[in-house]
């Protein structure tokens, strides 16, 4: 099972600030296999990034993915009062299970 | 529109059994790989199940043998058949679907999910 560990788990920051979130996999998987949602409060998640680095239909482009391997990370430039929520990694390689990463929380 | 709708959910005892259905709509639920996804109150997700386009399926380890994942294709529904449930159990269980195939896996639709309590 591919354990996906992010950091750090609650990031304190301020509208207009740039949030930096952290995936390390603990095993190299099929590269571009990997996703970001976001969650609020009493909802389900939403996808924001596929494939490592691809927005879902309708994310701002202030969201960003990047990375392969084992690391990855995900990137909101200017973050929007919207944005303050909690975001999870996850690993869709080709066996299951599929795993999610604990989760970040980005806060005010 | 692409539309998935939990229900099912409640509280049970523990040992006791419960069916979730998900109900789809905007797209044909045989067509696509469905999946099961928890939430237990204040952790994040966890992956439960999967049934592919030709009806196979697949179980976490914490489930399996005691969950069953089936869908009616006349319904255009989903389902999971939850037994021999635990404490551990309790979660928010979303419907979700998987965008594509092999390399598209990622789950691009989720439902508004289900509370499954199970407490004595």
């Known amino acids: 099972e591919i354990v996906l560990t992010q950091s750090p788990g609650t990031l304190s920051l301020s509208p207009g600030e740039r949030a930096t979130l952290s995936c390390r996999a603990s095993q190299s998987f099929s590269s571009g296999c990997l996703a970001w949602y976001q969650q609020k409060p009493g909802q389900a998640p939403r996808l924001l990034i596929y494939g490592a680095s691809r927005r879902a239909t309708g994310i701002p482009d202030r969201f960003s993915g990047s990375g392969s391997g084992t690391d990855f990370t995900l990137t909101i430039t200017r973050l929007e009062p919207e944005d303050f929520a909690v975001y999870y990694c996850h690993q869709y390689d080709n066996s299951p299970p599929w795993t999610f990463g604990q989760g970040t929380t980005v806060e005010i | 529109e692409v539309q998935l709708v939990e229900s099912g959910g409640g509280l049970i005892q523990p040992g006791g059994s419960l069916r979730l259905s998900c109900a789809v709509s905007?797209?044909?639920?045989?067509?696509?790989?469905m999946n099961w996804v928890r939430q237990a109150p204040g952790r994040g997700l966890e992956w439960v199940s999967i049934i592919y386009t030709g009806g196979s399926t697949d179980y976490a380890d914490s489930v399996e043998g005691r969950f069953t994942i089936s869908r009616d294709n006349s319904k255009n529904t989903v389902y999971l058949q939850m037994s021999r449930l635990r404490a551990e159990d309790t979660a928010v269980y979303y419907c979700?679907?998987?965008?594509?195939?092999?390399?598209?896996?990622?789950?691009?639709?989720w439902g508004q999910g289900t509370l499954v309590t199970v407490s004595s």
């Open positions: 979700a679907r998987s965008a594509g195939y092999t390399t598209s896996r990622y789950a691009d639709y």
């Open positions: 905007g797209f044909i639920v045989s067509d696509k790989y």
